[in-house]
């Protein structure tokens, strides 16, 4: 009987969860095009801070495997994380106080659709192809040292900052598209798709898969910290998309 109620009880949270993730990909799409490009940039920027602080107050507590919340067996420094949670914050600021500012048109042509759809792939692909790196099979973890593991990930990680930030450049330049009844069509829709499937939270996948994978052997806490800084040149990639829209 209590393992029939614990089954339930796990298929219930999961039903939430995924009611809770299709809702909020639902808001956010809409917000970007309804026009609320700042109000919602903000918000996933500041998912981020709150991201980045989490981790930051983790490896600011002593390590305990036994503890309730975030558990964590390994030491590590918590200045980076704050450092990006600052970093962060001072981009919210600069998202509503500069202003909107004349973009250059360009008409809407299949080039914007291949920007958008080349952005993505890459996008995704700067996830998928680092995975290598960052979790080896259990042949090379038995005999590679510390030191090569952690130069693997290092590696991995480079790749991801590199991809997903030309992936971005790329969706940049296909939110450029306009049309004379809609200037702001691809400034509206490219930020919706992205938002809708919950792309700008890589960053904090990206993080939490390094430090709390059961595929991780070792933790490197720096190593995820750099992983987090993709958050800066997405944050960038929203503000710059405001910046051009008309009306926000």
């Not at 890459?122 to 680092?130: A, M």
């Amino acid at each position: 009987m209590r393992t029939d109620t614990n089954w339930l009880r796990r298929r219930i949270t999961m039903i939430i969860r995924l009611f809770l993730a299709g809702f909020t990909s639902i808001v956010s799409g809409f917000c970007y095009l309804a026009g609320l490009a700042r109000l919602m940039s903000a918000l996933l920027i500041g998912f981020g801070v709150l991201t980045a602080f989490s981790f930051a107050i983790v490896f600011w507590l002593p390590p305990n495997a036994e503890r309730l919340l975030f558990p964590i067996s390994v030491s590590g420094a918590s200045w980076p994380f704050f450092v990006i949670a600052v970093a962060l914050m001072l981009l919210i600021a600069w998202l509503f106080l500069n202003k909107s500012v004349s973009a250059e048109e360009e008409s809407l042509s299949a080039r914007h659709m291949k920007f958008l759809g080349g952005g993505l792939l890459l996008y995704i692909g700067s996830l998928f192809v680092p995975v290598v790196l960052w979790f080896p099979s259990d042949d090379k973890r038995l005999t590679l040292e510390i030191s090569s593991l952690e130069i693997m990930v290092f590696v991995g990680v480079c790749l991801y900052l590199v991809g997903s930030s030309v992936a971005l450049m790329l969706l940049y330049r296909a939110s450029r598209g306009t049309t004379p009844d809609q200037p702001d069509l691809m400034r509206r829709f490219v930020p919706a798709l992205f938002s809708f499937f919950h792309l700008d939270k890589m960053p904090a996948l990206v993080a939490y898969l390094l430090i709390y994978s059961s595929e991780v052997q070792f933790v490197f806490p720096k190593i995820a910290a750099l992983a987090l800084i993709a958050y800066i040149p997405v944050s960038i990639f929203l503000a710059k998309i405001c910046f051009d829209s008309r009306t926000v």
